[in-house]
């Protein structure tokens, strides 16, 4: 067989094995879970279960830092969005997600970013 043939197989075959694994990534069912839940949190303005599963340092957020979060983001997220999974990271013993949050208000997407360790979450933020 022709090199030039050759070449181009492995090239070939190298990239669609690269394809295949960026299509392939899924977050968590857990990470999933909790970032959907502190996002129904913001626009439900339910402080409670905003923090229910953090760990002691996010359960000490204060309520006035989470009302202003829901100030801001509450509407943006009632007239609809949707939250993309796109990779994740390992930071300071923290599992952390990041995610794409597309409004249908038209108006920027945001990247949110979910801490986890040991089950529990150690922050979400959203920029």
Same mark, same amino acid.
């Given at each position: 067989?022709?090199t030039k043939i050759i070449?181009?197989? @492995? /090239?070939? %075959?190298?990239?669609? +094995? &690269? &394809?295949?694994?960026?299509? $392939?990534?899924?977050?968590?069912?857990?990470?999933?879970?909790? !970032?959907?839940? /502190? /996002? &129904?949190?913001?626009?439900?303005?339910d402080y409670n279960s905003? /923090? !229910? *599963?953090?760990?002691? $340092?996010?359960?000490?957020? =204060? =309520? $006035?830092?989470?009302? &202003?979060?829901?100030?801001?983001?509450?509407?943006?997220?009632?007239?609809?969005?949707? @939250? %993309?999974?796109?990779?994740?990271? =390992?930071?300071?013993?923290?599992?952390?997600?990041? #995610?794409?949050?597309s409004f249908q208000d +038209?108006? *920027? *997407?945001?990247?949110?970013?979910? !801490?986890? =360790?040991?089950?529990?979450?150690?922050?979400? #933020? @959203?920029?």
């Amino acid at each position: 067989m022709n090199t030039k043939i050759i070449r181009s197989l @492995i /090239i070939a %075959t190298a990239l669609f +094995g &690269s &394809s295949a694994a960026l299509f $392939a990534m899924e977050a968590s069912k857990e990470n999933l879970a909790f !970032s959907e839940k /502190i /996002i &129904s949190a913001i626009q439900k303005a339910d402080y409670n279960s905003f /923090i !229910s *599963d953090g760990d002691a $340092a996010f359960q000490k957020l =204060k =309520k $006035a830092q989470f009302d &202003s979060v829901v100030t801001q983001l509450a509407p943006r997220f009632k007239a609809g969005y949707e @939250i %993309t999974y796109l990779g994740d990271l =390992k930071q300071q013993g923290f599992h952390v997600t990041l #995610w794409k949050l597309s409004f249908q208000d +038209g108006k *920027d *997407d945001a990247l949110a970013t979910l !801490s986890v =360790k040991e089950g529990k979450v150690g922050g979400f #933020w @959203i920029k």
